[in-house]
């Protein structure tokens, strides 16, 4: 029953999540020393970011690794196990996380620092490396929680009327989501007597017509796309992102839809295959509407936290077009839009803070004049414009080539024209936000905003982030690389599924 | 709530509870019981005396705001992964020694340590929600 001495280095699976759990643990004991909070959570970010990239060096080595807690033998114990995709969005994921704690420092006040903003931080980032390094569905699920109760708790600081109504919308649509998880993963359970992702992969393949697959993969879709926010399941979204403190904003929409397309792409891509080929047609649909629905929204909407919310949904429409392409292209496109668009809408969300810094207000109404107020703020803004948008040389673009030449390539003319068109619609929403905001002559009369100067510290957040898109804009050879290895490893797993059983299931 | 009954009743309860938890919790590894189970009637026995005796009662005699117990817990249950990395085993792996104390042998564990954390995240969280409850009702 107990498996042999294992090498230190595999500890790097579990490190991603144990470092921010003991954190948070530290930070809920010393709860009122609020001096602490933000160093130590930046400390502890910046470690996970350097543990996950030795990781995802270590996968792209060697291949996936896994690691089962206590020495069980899978499929009895539970495996994390890491393969090019999870090490790649935890990477990210941990990289945005820094940024946001780092903007933070001067965003968060004394009131929300003892409310537990960085402790709920650290374990939201639990929850979500876990979600990204799990190889177990129901631990999947247990992560899943984990970083929906954290955002519940973030969501909230401070409770305001409106955040409560938006947390309201949030809570109730994401518990929804997550019974239909768990529902569909007792009855994954019950047909296949094991929940580890590995021996599903291998077995939903063997068990044929003998069960319901049709039925879990359909559950899962409708699980999972209501916590990616996909169409028409959207509209939590929008009704609650633009209640909280922005880096609160920065953070989900950065991270969280991007674990509902995660999970999307474990199950229905790696477990159930020849399940997605049927729904295809479905997610395709659903794809093209959430693209546009999202682009439309942005182009109706006049606060910028919430022209953010919606191309967040567009984002997702995306991404799902990649799923329901299910070729090696498609994929790839998008997981690298998916690591792309954590980067760069966080950024629209802290472009967004640093806006109403300057301007004193999130509404394109009252902004203007930002231009000569702030140049700098106002190239950034101009960059992060395009990679959002999806022009050269933001980082938006490939991703965006990738998925037009795969959906061209069968044949799917209606997702590459709205690919395109939701391009176009994101520029012009984008656009009208530079337009109004920088480019307007100063509008005077109304002097209740409160404008104040840039902080350092959170521009140098912004131009991080700005950095690290203009370099996937521009040397995107290894992201594609990457990328390009996470959808091989999805469509053919038996690298996987050999890292968790090296002697074959069975055995 | 002032009945004299209750009143004289309730320091009895809590002590009964709070002992029976930790025999719960201490039974867990092998039977019915453990951490969570243990937890739960610890944390009730804070919520009986606290509408016994008044929240700030509650409070003084736990000494440690319950989310920083909670906090302790997940802390305790986190680092008893830890020492199976010097044995080169995966993360969580029991490891068991059983010293001999006055010519007794205790099993001692890192399990337990887990199953110790898991009580405290337990009765910490659950007691703060107890008592945050019963705070309201003066209100």
Same mark, same amino acid.
Request: net charge neutral.
């Given at each position: 029953?107990?498996?042999?001495?294992?090498?230190?280095?595999?500890?790097?699976?579990?490190?991603?999540?144990?470092?921010?759990?003991?954190?948070?643990?530290?930070?809920?004991?010393?709860?009122?020393?609020?001096?602490?909070?933000?160093?130590?959570?930046?400390?502890?970010?910046?470690?996970?970011?350097?543990?996950?990239? #030795?990781?995802?060096?270590?996968?792209?080595?060697?291949?996936? %690794?896994?690691?089962?807690?206590?020495?069980?033998?899978?499929?009895?114990?539970?495996?994390?196990?890491?393969?090019? #995709?999870?090490?790649?969005?935890? =990477?990210?994921?941990? /990289? %945005?996380?820094?940024?946001?704690?780092?903007?933070?420092?001067?965003?968060?006040?004394?009131?929300?620092?003892?409310?537990?903003?960085?402790?709920?931080?650290?374990?939201?980032?639990?929850?979500?490396?876990?979600?990204?390094?799990?190889?177990?569905?129901?631990?999947?699920?247990?992560?899943?929680?984990?970083?929906?109760?954290? +955002?519940?708790?973030?969501?909230?600081?401070?409770?305001?009327?409106?955040?409560?109504?938006?947390?309201?919308?949030?809570?109730?649509?994401?518990?929804?989501?997550?019974?239909?998880?768990?529902?569909?993963?007792?009855?994954?359970?019950?047909?296949?007597?094991?929940?580890?992702?590995?021996?599903?992969?291998?077995?939903?393949?063997?068990?044929?017509?003998?069960?319901?697959?049709?039925?879990? *993969?359909?559950?899962?879709?409708?699980?999972?796309?209501?916590?990616?926010?996909?169409?028409?399941?959207?509209?939590?979204?929008?009704? +609650?992102?633009?209640?909280?403190?922005?880096?609160?904003?920065?953070?989900?929409?950065?991270?969280?839809?991007?674990?509902?397309?995660?999970?999307?792409?474990?199950?229905?891509?790696?477990?159930?295959?020849? $399940?997605?080929?049927?729904?295809?047609?479905?997610?395709?649909?659903?794809?093209?509407?959430?693209?546009?629905?999202?682009?439309?929204?942005?182009?109706?909407?006049?606060? /910028?936290?919430?022209?953010?919310?919606?191309?967040?949904?567009?984002?997702?429409?995306?991404?799902?077009?990649?799923?329901?392409?299910?070729?090696?292209?498609?994929?790839?496109?998008?997981?690298?839009?998916?690591?792309? !668009?954590?980067?760069?809408?966080?950024?629209?969300?802290?472009?967004?803070?640093?806006?109403?810094?300057?301007?004193?207000?999130? !509404?394109?109404?009252?902004?203007?004049?930002?231009?000569?107020?702030?140049?700098?703020?106002?190239? #950034?803004?101009?960059?992060?414009?395009?990679?959002?948008?999806?022009?050269?040389?933001?980082?938006?673009?490939?991703?965006?080539?990738? =998925?037009?030449?795969?959906?061209?390539?069968?044949?799917?003319?209606?997702?590459?024209?709205?690919?395109?068109?939701?391009?176009?619609?994101?520029?012009? *929403?984008?656009?009208?936000?530079?337009?109004?905001?920088?480019?307007?002559?100063?509008?005077?009369?109304?002097?209740?905003?409160?404008?104040?100067?840039?902080?350092?510290?959170?521009?140098?957040?912004?131009? %991080?982030?700005?950095?690290?898109?203009?370099?996937?804009?521009?040397?995107? $050879?290894?992201?594609?690389?990457?990328?390009?290895?996470?959808?091989?490893?999805?469509?053919?797993? !038996?690298?996987?599924?050999?890292?968790?059983?090296?002697?074959?299931?069975? !055995? | 709530?002032?009945?004299?009954?209750?009143?004289?009743?309730?320091?009895?309860?809590?002590?009964?509870?709070?002992?029976?938890?930790?025999?719960?919790?201490?039974?867990?590894?092998?039977?019915?019981?453990?951490?969570?189970?243990?937890?739960?009637?610890?944390?009730?026995?804070?919520?009986?005396?606290?509408?016994?005796?008044?929240?700030?009662?509650?409070?003084?005699?736990?000494?440690?705001?319950?989310?920083?117990?909670?906090?302790?817990?997940?802390?305790?249950?986190?680092?008893?992964?830890?020492?199976?990395?010097?044995?080169?085993?995966?993360?969580?792996?029991?490891?068991?020694?059983?010293?001999?104390?006055?010519?007794?042998?205790?099993?001692?564990?890192?399990?337990?340590?887990?199953?110790?954390?898991?009580?405290?995240?337990?009765?910490?969280?659950?007691?703060?929600?107890?008592?945050?409850?019963?705070?309201?009702?003066?209100?």
């Amino acid at each position: 029953m107990i498996a042999g001495p294992i090498a230190a280095a595999d500890w790097l699976v579990i490190a991603p999540v144990l470092l921010p759990i003991v954190a948070g643990a530290v930070l809920l004991m010393i709860r009122h020393n609020v001096r602490w909070h933000a160093l130590l959570a930046l400390v502890v970010l910046a470690a996970m970011a350097g543990t996950n990239g #030795l990781l995802l060096r270590m996968v792209l080595d060697k291949g996936p %690794v896994s690691m089962t807690m206590g020495s069980w033998l899978p499929p009895f114990g539970i495996s994390f196990t890491v393969d090019a #995709l999870g090490a790649a969005f935890s =990477l990210t994921a941990s /990289i %945005v996380a820094l940024v946001c704690c780092a903007y933070s420092v001067r965003d968060v006040d004394a009131t929300g620092r003892r409310y537990g903003f960085y402790p709920f931080l650290m374990l939201m980032m639990a929850g979500v490396s876990g979600a990204f390094l799990t190889g177990d569905m129901f631990n999947l699920y247990v992560w899943f929680e984990v970083f929906l109760i954290s +955002s519940f708790g973030l969501l909230i600081l401070g409770s305001e009327k409106a955040q409560i109504d938006g947390a309201t919308k949030y809570a109730i649509l994401n518990l929804v989501g997550t019974t239909l998880f768990l529902i569909a993963t007792g009855y994954l359970y019950g047909t296949f007597g094991t929940l580890n992702m590995a021996d599903l992969a291998t077995k939903a393949g063997q068990i044929g017509e003998a069960a319901p697959l049709m039925t879990l *993969a359909t559950l899962y879709l409708l699980a999972f796309s209501m916590k990616a926010a996909a169409f028409p399941l959207n509209f939590w979204l929008p009704a +609650s992102y633009h209640t909280p403190p922005v880096i609160t904003g920065a953070l989900f929409g950065g991270l969280l839809t991007k674990v509902g397309i995660y999970a999307l792409l474990r199950t229905l891509v790696m477990i159930f295959a020849a $399940e997605r080929l049927v729904l295809a047609g479905v997610i395709g649909w659903v794809a093209v509407a959430t693209m546009l629905i999202g682009a439309l929204g942005a182009l109706a909407q006049s606060d /910028i936290r919430r022209i953010a919310g919606f191309l967040v949904i567009s984002g997702v429409g995306i991404m799902l077009a990649g799923i329901a392409l299910g070729s090696s292209g498609g994929l790839s496109g998008a997981i690298f839009y998916a690591l792309h !668009s954590m980067l760069a809408l966080s950024a629209l969300y802290l472009l967004g803070g640093l806006m109403r810094q300057r301007g004193g207000s999130f !509404s394109l109404h009252r902004l203007s004049g930002l231009y000569g107020a702030s140049p700098i703020l106002a190239g #950034l803004a101009f960059i992060v414009s395009l990679a959002v948008a999806g022009l050269p040389p933001g980082s938006g673009l490939w991703p965006k080539v990738m =998925l037009v030449r795969a959906a061209l390539d069968v044949g799917a003319w209606q997702i590459a024209a709205a690919i395109l068109l939701s391009g176009f619609l994101a520029t012009i *929403a984008l656009g009208r936000v530079f337009i109004l905001a920088f480019w307007r002559v100063e509008v005077s009369g109304d002097q209740t905003t409160t404008a104040g100067a840039l902080s350092a510290l959170g521009c140098t957040a912004l131009v %991080v982030l700005v950095l690290a898109m203009l370099a996937m804009g521009i040397a995107p $050879e290894p992201f594609i690389r990457i990328a390009t290895t996470a959808a091989s490893g999805l469509l053919d797993a !038996s690298a996987y599924v050999h890292a968790v059983f090296p002697a074959g299931i069975g !055995s | 709530m002032q009945t004299l009954i209750f009143r004289t009743a309730t320091p009895f309860l809590t002590c009964l509870m709070l002992m029976f938890s930790v025999f719960v919790l201490l039974r867990g590894h092998n039977e019915p019981g453990g951490g969570f189970t243990g937890g739960l009637i610890a944390a009730s026995a804070f919520a009986i005396h606290g509408i016994a005796f008044g929240v700030p009662a509650v409070r003084r005699a736990l000494y440690f705001h319950p989310m920083a117990i909670a906090g302790f817990g997940l802390f305790a249950s986190a680092v008893a992964g830890l020492p199976s990395l010097l044995f080169g085993m995966p993360f969580l792996t029991g490891l068991w020694s059983a010293p001999s104390l006055f010519g007794m042998s205790v099993d001692l564990s890192t399990v337990m340590v887990f199953d110790i954390g898991v009580y405290l995240v337990v009765v910490g969280s659950f007691t703060s929600i107890a008592l945050a409850l019963e705070d309201r009702e003066h209100d």
